[in-house]
């Protein structure tokens, strides 16, 4: 079945560090592809997402490209924030089925 | 702003009692979804509904799990009886039918000693 593979953590980062997460996935067919977000308490929060090959989603600073020759979808940062402090999970769906996750990467960044 | 709630937002209860948890998706969202988190296992996936008919329960306990949609703005989860390995984050999401964005709600902490 479909499935998301993503970096183990915690990253630990110093305020304007780059910032990578490493997500690859395996599935049939033409997935839509998410970075989802959650702060300490708070459910999950959509930061970005690609619905078809080469597209690249970005909010917040944050980017990510849909890669289909490596299946693959990264999220990047050029410079994090303390604020940007959480939990990153990668999820997949099928034509709006049920989201499929990665484990999540919790990110701490330190001033 | 729209979103979706869930109540309550924490439970505490002893073995073998019933808990009953509801959600409240975006008005006019057709597919609803819930999931439950944990240390172990992450984010999975229980249950989800289209127009309130289930499509897929595969991810629930059947003895002891049921989800329904009494009518579009009401979805209840209920465990009966409740275990202890039950204690996990339980969360609701709505979305479109054939969509790719899923809204989720702050989520029901459940505690069963």
């Known amino acids: 079945g479909d499935s998301v593979t993503q970096m183990e953590g915690p990253v630990t980062l110093s305020e304007e560090a780059f910032l990578t997460i490493n997500c690859t996935y395996t599935a049939t067919g033409y997935p839509s592809l998410f970075w989802y977000v959650q702060y300490p308490g708070e459910g999950l929060q959509l930061l970005l997402k690609?619905?078809?090959?080469?597209d690249k989603g970005s909010n917040k600073g944050f980017e990510a490209t849909y890669r289909k020759e490596t299946t693959s979808f990264h999220l990047e940062k050029g410079s994090v924030q303390v604020s940007d402090s959480a939990v990153y999970f990668c999820a997949l769906t099928q034509a709006g089925t049920a989201l499929i996750f990665g484990k999540g990467t919790t990110l701490s960044v330190s001033s | 702003d729209a979103r979706v709630t869930q109540t309550p937002r924490d439970k505490v209860t002893e073995m073998g009692q019933e808990v009953t948890m509801r959600c409240q998706p975006i008005l006019g969202h057709n597919t609803v979804f819930w999931y439950r988190q944990t240390m172990m296992q992450g984010l999975e996936l229980l249950a989800y509904?289209?127009?309130?008919?289930?499509?897929?329960d595969s991810g629930m306990p059947k003895d002891r799990f049921s989800a329904e949609m009494p009518d579009a703005t009401l979805a209840t989860l209920k465990i009966q009886p409740s275990e202890p390995r039950d204690s996990a984050v339980y969360f609701c999401?709505?979305?479109?039918?054939?969509?790719?964005?899923?809204?989720f709600g702050p989520g029901t902490r459940l505690t069963v000693l």
């Open positions: 999401a709505s979305g479109m039918w054939g969509g790719s964005e899923q809204f």
């Open positions: 690609a619905t078809k090959a080469d």
């Open positions: 509904f289209r127009n309130r008919a289930p499509l897929d």
